[in-house]
């Protein structure tokens, strides 16, 4: 049968295809800032919060690129779930690259190297987060539903690294003040990671919204 | 593509146009002539008398009022008869009529009654109602039953396409609306269809005035006055156009023709204002 | 509850089969509307339900169709009392040649005759629930004809609400007007849904999406998907409706 709207399917690709590479310059960005903070290689962190902006100016143009298709084309059915997700998921993905440069900038500040007795755990840590956002931004570009159901699930181990590091920087206070301000830093590193994954398990809901009209356990529509 | 016609193009164009200008100066030319020959040579002779009195052999004067109202007779008697026969027939074969080869081939008969020439009509008028219907000789019925013959295919037809011009929507309206279909044909499709059904009528009428190979021999030519109606329709009466005939044919009197003639344009005149005049009141609502 | 229901409902023009085994709920009080291309049977399909195809020669229905429980292709049903109960309102505008006001009075003439100011009072009304009497009040004696398109359609409905029926159908009622009376018409439907039961045959999504409550999706005589509007367009269950709705169907 003929397809009577090849234009805008090319636009709706079109606007995949920009999802997905902003998808995978979030997570590169990613990437970058945690070897950034494990190897101190501050000029790969200067990068990183330079990637910032081109994320930025990937997000509006993908907002304007949705808006001007609900405007045009007055999507419904599965072309309306395609663009309400991409609508919300480029949040998702700008606030990764936001979590990597706020990490960048910590790491371009810091002075001292890296607790040894976290280091494990911070690699544990990074490594789920780091698998989370390409498995989002893998199950986005597959329109792979079990994928994104895995994935959310992982948020629970992100959450209980969150909790042992803390609790480790939290004793480390107690026993040196000297060492409160590299703890609350890398406090805050991991609440960056931990957003991160929380933003990753929003993509796989979007992900899971887009294939069965359903969110967070209740129809949408 | 500023580049003009070729001669050869511009030459055939600009005769095509002449002969049109002339084909056109030459219809309205003969029809003026044809008028003004008439008017000129005929209304000279209409005069109070000639137009309210019958013809008298012994005062020697010839009038015409009794041929005016056999004309009216017979036309409005012929109405009578052949306005609800036809527009019946054209409600039928249009609203009714399920097979459409039925109908067809009844509008095919409509259609070879309508090219049948007049003089037919005329035998036939004196061969079924004089002689086989036994009413034995000439009278305004017997005309007024031939010319509803003559007439029928002429006011079935315009009726038809009355009818045909009223949209399926408005049928549609009324059915929607739990009409039954003789209601809204009466209510609606009637009505709306009035202008044509007059337009056929009025046209039917110039026929009849214009009518004599039929009417010659059904009809007859006489010329006293009867003024009575019931009485008229029993009587053998001339139409004005059977009168301008029988006045050339029998008494050479050209004078009277004219004027006769003339009397007749200025009836089909009225009638064509008369039938503005209706069809701009129906069109108001 | 529902007002309408069809069962195994098929219709053939001679040996075209135009409707295939439709079993269709329309509940009281809601919005159906019926989408789907040209030719797929869904204004065949509302025209059976006020017996409108019994004007077309050759057509034979098989199935049920009730009414109020009744059924009303059984024997013995009056087509007449049918259509008064089940008003119709057409694609274009088709005010009858007359005044607004005879317009109004030509369906309850036809079912009761009612005094002077009885009819006059129900010509307020009707024209008040089509929500066009401020608009013609003041000239109820001129022609129908001289109002606008959309006028002409609000006329419409008001003279198929003037015989009180309980369902109202309408076969495309917006695809002759422009952007402003077709709001104006939505609007209204709207209303009339608190008091009648609309069943909406239209070739605008957006419309459909917009007004109904549930929509039933045909194809080729075929009922593909039934269901509340929501959902129909935005999860239809059948990828046939999908590809309709979305527009990438021949």
Not at chain 2, 14 to 22: E, H, K, R, S, W
Not at chain 3, 109 to 117: I, N
Request: hydrophobic share 45%; aromatic share 8%.
């Amino acid at each position: 049968m003929m397809n009577a709207r090849q234009a805008f399917d090319a636009e709706l690709k079109d606007l995949s295809d920009a999802l997905i590479h902003m998808g995978e310059m979030a997570s590169n960005a990613i990437d970058k800032a945690i070897t950034a903070l494990l190897t101190g290689d501050k000029a790969l962190a200067k990068e990183v919060a330079d990637d910032d902006d081109l994320l930025d100016e990937m997000e509006r143009t993908i907002e304007q690129k949705c808006l001007r298709l609900l405007l045009k084309q007055q999507p419904v059915a599965g072309d309306l779930r395609k663009i309400s997700t991409a609508i919300k998921m480029v949040t998702d993905i700008e606030r990764i690259g936001d979590a990597a440069e706020d990490i960048a900038e910590i790491t371009l500040e810091m002075t001292a190297p890296v607790f040894p007795d976290i280091l494990d755990d911070l690699k544990k840590m990074t490594d789920a987060v780091r698998q989370m956002v390409s498995a989002a931004i893998k199950a986005y570009v597959n329109e792979d539903l079990d994928l994104a159901r895995t994935t959310r699930a992982k948020d629970d181990i992100v959450d209980e690294l969150f909790e042992d590091i803390r609790t480790i920087l939290g004793e480390k206070i107690r026993t040196d003040v000297t060492q409160m301000y590299t703890a609350m830093d890398y406090l805050m590193i991991i609440k960056y990671l931990e957003r991160v994954g929380d933003h990753a398990e929003n993509i796989c809901e979007w992900v899971e919204f887009y294939k069965t009209g359903i969110r967070k356990d209740e129809r949408i529509f | 593509m500023k580049r003009r016609l070729s001669i050869k193009r511009r030459v055939y164009s600009g005769a095509l146009t002449g002969f049109m200008y002339l084909a056109v100066g030459i219809a309205v030319a003969a029809l003026i002539g044809i008028i003004g020959f008439v008017l000129y040579r005929g209304l000279g002779h209409i005069t109070w008398e000639f137009l309210t009195t019958a013809r008298s052999a012994l005062r020697n004067t010839v009038g015409i009022l009794p041929n005016i109202l056999y004309t009216l007779y017979i036309i409005f008697t012929t109405l009578l008869i052949a306005l609800p026969l036809g527009i019946g027939a054209a409600i039928y074969l249009n609203e009714y009529a399920a097979k459409r080869r039925l109908v067809r081939f009844i509008e095919f008969v409509i259609e070879l009654l309508a090219g049948i020439p007049s003089i037919i009509f005329g035998l036939i008028g004196v061969l079924f109602f004089i002689q086989a219907m036994g009413m034995r000789r000439p009278s305004l019925l017997v005309g007024a039953l031939t010319l509803s013959i003559l007439v029928l295919p002429t006011i079935v037809r315009t009726t038809q396409e009355a009818l045909k011009t009223v949209p399926a929507a408005y049928r549609e309206g009324a059915f929607a609306l739990g009409a039954t279909k003789w209601y809204m044909i009466r209510t609606i499709i009637l009505p709306a269809s009035a202008d044509g059904i007059v337009g056929g009528t009025i046209l039917a009428v110039g026929r009849m005035v214009g009518e004599s190979a039929a009417l010659l021999f059904t009809a007859g030519m006489g010329y006293a006055l009867v003024t009575n109606y019931f009485e008229a329709l029993q009587t053998a009466g001339g139409t004005l156009t059977v009168m301008l005939f029988v006045y050339i044919t029998e008494h050479g009197d050209f004078d009277t023709a004219f004027a006769i003639a003339s009397v007749l344009l200025i009836i089909v005149l009225l009638l064509n204002i008369g039938v503005k005049l209706v069809k701009r009141r129906l069109k108001k609502i | 509850m529902n007002i309408i229901r069809t069962k195994d409902l098929s219709l053939f023009y001679g040996s075209f089969q135009a409707l295939r085994d439709i079993n269709l709920n329309i509940p009281e009080r809601e919005i159906t509307a019926l989408i789907g291309p040209s030719g797929c049977g869904k204004s065949t399909f509302l025209r059976t339900l006020n017996r409108m195809n019994d004007l077309i020669p050759g057509v034979k229905i098989t199935g049920q169709i009730t009414c109020h429980g009744e059924d009303i292709y059984a024997h013995g049903t009056d087509p007449i009392a049918l259509r008064k109960q089940v008003g119709m309102v057409f694609q274009k505008p088709n005010p009858f040649p007359m005044s607004i006001f005879d317009n109004i009075a030509y369906g309850p003439k036809l079912h009761e005759s009612l005094s002077k100011p009885d009819m006059a009072d129900l010509v307020e009304r009707s024209l008040r629930g089509a929500a066009l009497w401020d608009e013609v009040k003041d000239r109820l004696k001129k022609s129908a004809l001289s109002l606008s398109g959309g006028q002409q359609q609000r006329l419409c409905i008001a003279r198929a609400l003037s015989v009180s029926p309980d369902v109202l159908l309408m076969d495309e009622p917006t695809s002759a007007l422009d952007p402003a009376s077709t709001m104006k018409i939505e609007e209204l439907m709207g209303r009339l849904k608190q008091n009648y039961t609309v069943v909406i045959v239209t070739h605008n999504m957006q419309q459909a999406a917009r007004i109904s409550d549930r929509t039933a999706f045909f194809l080729t005589g075929d009922l593909v998907e039934t269901g509340r509007t929501d959902e129909v367009f935005s999860m239809p269950r059948d990828k046939r409706t999908e590809d309709y709705i979305t527009g990438r169907f021949g």
